[in-house]
Nanobody, 126 residues
């Protein structure tokens, strides 16, 4: 599975951005998809994830109510709509995929993801 993330940029606090991740590969629709982020000097942290069919989602507490993850299996894409952005959301955002046997499984730890995109930078100015 290959992943290509896009949509990052510079935005003012309170603004919105929409990240997109395009997946390719024969089993890409068998994967749960997740977004992680890494700020300078910090470890990579979980942001949001979605199950294979899009019915199950998980969010980090820091983004609940502000971010929404979604997927379009027909297009093999996953999106992260980010609203009410804060300066602490500044980071490089990575999409990742995880092979899961069941549709309701939504991994939240990086170790459970086998494939990673290259990252897209999000900068929120205060």
């Amino acid at each position: 599975v290959q992943l290509q993330a896009s949509g990052g940029g510079l935005v003012q606090a309170g603004g919105s951005l929409r990240l997109s991740c395009a997946a390719s590969g024969p089993t890409s629709n068998m994967q749960a998809m997740g977004w992680f982020r890494q700020a300078p000097g910090s470890e990579r942290e979980f942001v949001a994830a979605i199950g294979r069919r899009g019915f199950n989602t998980q969010y980090a507490d820091s983004v609940k109510g502000r971010f929404t993850i979604s997927r379009n299996n027909a297009k093999n894409t996953v999106a992260l709509q980010m609203n009410s952005l804060k300066s602490e959301d500044t980071a490089i955002y990575y999409c990742a995929s995880s092979y899961v046997r069941r549709m309701d499984i939504v991994p939240v730890t990086p170790d459970n993801y086998q494939y990673w995109g290259q990252g897209t930078k999000v900068t929120v100015s205060s």
